[in-house]
């Protein structure tokens, strides 16, 4: 059931759908993303959700300032019809999810912040540092999202809203509202939570060790990585 919530999470975040063709009702689901290293993963848990090893493409850079993104879409009917169910197409927390098991929490949690979490790094050798670990999307479900952390006894703090112009020129459309929080990054590393995408667990591992460290005698970041 963890890779099935995992499954969820990764959906809820940076998962799609698209129809096998326009006025097609047979409708495919999958992930996009820059990082290759994060499709790979999604790719053994489908393998093991569905038997079968979904295959993975290249889109190229769309402009000189854009990254590559790796493409892997999923055909398997059962999965996708579920998905789109247990979750109302991206509209909740699936219940099984709310009302299952820690490990089924946590694998959520890991599908949504691989997808859609950042860390923030400034660092002052002489004064305070600012090291933040965030969460953030457009869609009313981040209040459920947030209390899963709650349930297991991750700091978290409120949940913050960042809202628009409705009337900004510079958008062809209205831009929605973002809704974020911050997660303690010692809390969040204890309960078993990490990253499946290297350039994300390198910086949490970092800063880990920074805020564990208090005589703040630490190596500079690209030093740590060697």
Known sequence: MEDLSYHYGVFMGDGFTEHYKPGSSVVYMGLKSID????????SVLLRLTGKLYKMRTESESSP?????????VGHRELVEQTLLATQKKEIVPESVVSGTD?????????????????TMSLNPIGPSNIQLSVGVTSAWITQFHSLFVDLKIEVTKIGTRKYKQDDPKYL????????????????????????????????????RILRDFTREYPRYKDYLG
């Open 173 to 208: 459309k209205p831009r929605k509202d973002f809704h974020s929080f911050s997660i303690n990054i010692l809390n969040y590393m204890d309960a078993g939570l990490t990253f499946n995408i290297k350039r994300k667990r390198d910086r949490l591992e970092y800063c880990s």
């Open 65 to 73: 300032n854009r990254h590559a993104r790796y493409r892997c879409r």
């Open 103 to 119: 490990a089924m929490k946590a694998a959520f949690i890991q599908g949504v912040m691989d997808s859609e979490a950042w860390i």
């Open 36 to 43: 290759l290293d994060f499709v790979e993963h999604y790719q």
